[in-house]
């Protein structure tokens, strides 16, 4: 099992930035991929962004250039860097976790991004 604690969620105006961050504990194994999605209302849930323990890294093309994840294999983290936030950021941001055919979540923060 594989737990994750979500943080840095909050309130934001156009133009501003915010940083999660997702801390995994339980049985981690070295050959994982660990990922940002959304959800906004009455939407289905998306992939944001996603980084391999080997260090490959992609993302939504509605975010590309404005966000960044990253993580830290020691710290067992994964962060995601949002800069020039929009509106239509604002979402239930949740963590996921695959490793061996299995996906873990978060528990999802919420960004809002609003002036």
């Known amino acids: 099992q594989v737990q994750l604690v979500e943080s840095g969620g909050g309130l934001v105006q156009p133009g501003g930035s915010l940083r999660l961050s997702c801390a995994a504990s339980?049985?981690?194994?070295?050959?994982?991929?660990m990922s940002w999605y959304r959800q906004a209302p009455g939407k289905q849930r998306e992939l944001v962004a996603d980084t391999t323990n080997g260090g490959s890294i992609s993302y939504a093309d509605a975010v590309k250039g404005r966000f960044t994840i990253s993580r830290d294999n020691a710290k067992r983290t994964v962060y995601l860097q949002m800069n020039s936030l929009k509106p239509e950021d604002t979402a239930v941001y949740y963590c996921?976790?695959?490793?061996?055919?299995?996906?873990?979540w978060g528990q999802g923060t919420q960004v809002t991004v609003s002036s």
């Open positions: 996921n976790f695959y490793q061996l055919g299995h996906d873990y």
């Open positions: 339980g049985s981690i194994f070295s050959h994982n991929v």
